[in-house]
């Protein structure tokens, strides 16, 4: 009956769920790390001990492979734990791809890696034509990893070309789609093998939970070795997070609508206030990705943007310590608004410009967030 359910439905209802012992509409909290034996040995339930898997866990997993088009989800103990899942499924040495501009805390674990021999790796501008062709090895890449929209720039990758290069190459394709969320982008749809995303941002939306996923196309090799790795070390999602988790997904539809509907009016009012240099903001006409954005990210353009701040590194940082409204703080994808100078957060070898404040538009009313970055813009 749920086949023709829309994504809005899906996620409020949580697939329509009813817990089978009381027929709450609402699914317990499954605290038991370990689980009953049958007298002939089995586990006909399917779960036997908590670091392999847990029912409240497998709740948020299903909507998620649901939403996102895939065969299966596993939910991890933080996106990074998601992430680096992915490449540690991978054997010694593999060659891998990653885009230039990419959540800094990834590319800096990718970096350590391959120093160490782990994986080779590459990088790629992915906004130049034949650049991903180049680093490329037919038949020896394992797998190339990009990131749509991009953190903090904002810039949108065109997944479809990009998995068709792949492919062809014998390669899969990972996206880390936390920006996108699975109601904007549904990159598994566009050629994708994996998508990923950092629930601790849209997914969970209220600030209060770090979490990972992690959804397959299909449940092949790769998702059975990525499995096996999460069972293995254990950074699977706690079942209370899980439980906060699925509570937060019922209302995705509604923040993510109202977050990009703030992001969009923010990014046009200050597109030409005079101490801003630049909005980068797909939503933009003058977006290099425009066009591409509208298409692949069903006509919205996220809740995402960052302003260049006109007189540099210290005119920006005394911007963010003008606002009031605004919280200075790490992260993106809550219902309060964001603002964070992005450089100090990743450090000197930051590709980021130092002059950039990235916002998060949250659900608040759109007017108090415009008047409070127009006061600290004006008051530094
Ligand atoms: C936050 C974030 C991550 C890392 O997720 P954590 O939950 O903080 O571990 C990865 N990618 C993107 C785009 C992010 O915003």
Redesign the pocket.
Same mark, same amino acid.
């Given at each position: 009956m749920t086949k023709n359910w829309s994504a809005a439905t899906l996620l409020a209802q949580a697939l329509g769920e009813v817990e089978s012992e009381f027929g709450g509409i609402v699914p317990p909290i499954h605290v038991a790390t370990t689980y009953i034996r049958s007298p002939d040995n089995s586990y006909p339930r399917g779960v036997a001990y908590g670091r392999d898997d847990n029912p409240t866990v497998s709740a948020p997993e299903r909507v998620l492979a649901r939403i996102e088009n895939g065969e299966e989800a596993l939910l991890f103990s933080? /996106?990074?734990a998601a992430?680096t899942a992915v490449f540690e499924a991978l054997p010694f040495g593999a060659h891998i791809v990653v885009p230039r501009v990419m959540?800094w /805390?990834?590319r800096k674990w990718l970096l350590d890696r391959h120093a160490v021999g782990r994986f080779r790796l590459d990088f790629a501008d992915l906004h130049v034509a034949g650049a991903l062709e180049r680093v490329l090895r037919p038949q020896i890449t394992a797998l190339v990893w990009i990131?749509t929209p991009s953190?903090p720039m904002w810039r949108v990758t065109d997944i479809k070309v990009i998995a068709e290069a792949v492919h062809e190459a014998g390669g899969l394709l990972a996206v880390?789609s936390?920006?996108a969320t699975p109601l904007l982008t549904r990159p598994l749809d566009y050629g994708a093998d994996i998508v990923m995303h950092?629930a601790?941002?849209y997914l969970n939306g209220h600030s209060d939970v770090?979490? /990972?996923a992690l959804i397959f196309k299909r449940a092949d090799h790769l998702f059975h070795s990525v499995k096996s790795y999460r069972h293995d070390v254990g950074p699977i999602l706690g079942h209370f997070e899980a439980w906060l988790l699925l509570r937060g997904m019922r209302t995705l539809h509604l923040r993510v609508a109202k977050s990009c509907e703030n992001a969009l009016a923010l990014a046009t009012k200050f597109e030409n206030h005079e101490c801003i240099a630049e909005v980068l903001y797909p939503g933009l006409p003058k977006h290099p990705e425009h066009f591409l954005a509208g298409e692949q990210m069903s006509g919205h353009f996220g809740g995402m943007l960052s302003i260049r701040v006109v007189g540099g590194e210290n005119a920006a940082i005394a911007v963010a310590g003008k606002v009031k409204l605004w919280k200075r703080a790490t992260?993106?994808g809550g219902v309060e608004s964001l603002i964070e100078h992005r450089a100090s957060i990743e450090g000197p070898t930051t590709p980021v410009p130092a002059d950039l404040l990235r916002l998060s538009a949250g659900i608040e009313d759109l007017d108090d967030l415009i008047a409070d970055l127009d006061q600290a813009l004006n008051a530094h």
């Amino acid at each position: 009956m749920t086949k023709n359910w829309s994504a809005a439905t899906l996620l409020a209802q949580a697939l329509g769920e009813v817990e089978s012992e009381f027929g709450g509409i609402v699914p317990p909290i499954h605290v038991a790390t370990t689980y009953i034996r049958s007298p002939d040995n089995s586990y006909p339930r399917g779960v036997a001990y908590g670091r392999d898997d847990n029912p409240t866990v497998s709740a948020p997993e299903r909507v998620l492979a649901r939403i996102e088009n895939g065969e299966e989800a596993l939910l991890f103990s933080s /996106g990074m734990a998601a992430a680096t899942a992915v490449f540690e499924a991978l054997p010694f040495g593999a060659h891998i791809v990653v885009p230039r501009v990419m959540y800094w /805390g990834l590319r800096k674990w990718l970096l350590d890696r391959h120093a160490v021999g782990r994986f080779r790796l590459d990088f790629a501008d992915l906004h130049v034509a034949g650049a991903l062709e180049r680093v490329l090895r037919p038949q020896i890449t394992a797998l190339v990893w990009i990131e749509t929209p991009s953190n903090p720039m904002w810039r949108v990758t065109d997944i479809k070309v990009i998995a068709e290069a792949v492919h062809e190459a014998g390669g899969l394709l990972a996206v880390d789609s936390t920006a996108a969320t699975p109601l904007l982008t549904r990159p598994l749809d566009y050629g994708a093998d994996i998508v990923m995303h950092s629930a601790t941002k849209y997914l969970n939306g209220h600030s209060d939970v770090i979490a /990972g996923a992690l959804i397959f196309k299909r449940a092949d090799h790769l998702f059975h070795s990525v499995k096996s790795y999460r069972h293995d070390v254990g950074p699977i999602l706690g079942h209370f997070e899980a439980w906060l988790l699925l509570r937060g997904m019922r209302t995705l539809h509604l923040r993510v609508a109202k977050s990009c509907e703030n992001a969009l009016a923010l990014a046009t009012k200050f597109e030409n206030h005079e101490c801003i240099a630049e909005v980068l903001y797909p939503g933009l006409p003058k977006h290099p990705e425009h066009f591409l954005a509208g298409e692949q990210m069903s006509g919205h353009f996220g809740g995402m943007l960052s302003i260049r701040v006109v007189g540099g590194e210290n005119a920006a940082i005394a911007v963010a310590g003008k606002v009031k409204l605004w919280k200075r703080a790490t992260s993106l994808g809550g219902v309060e608004s964001l603002i964070e100078h992005r450089a100090s957060i990743e450090g000197p070898t930051t590709p980021v410009p130092a002059d950039l404040l990235r916002l998060s538009a949250g659900i608040e009313d759109l007017d108090d967030l415009i008047a409070d970055l127009d006061q600290a813009l004006n008051a530094h």
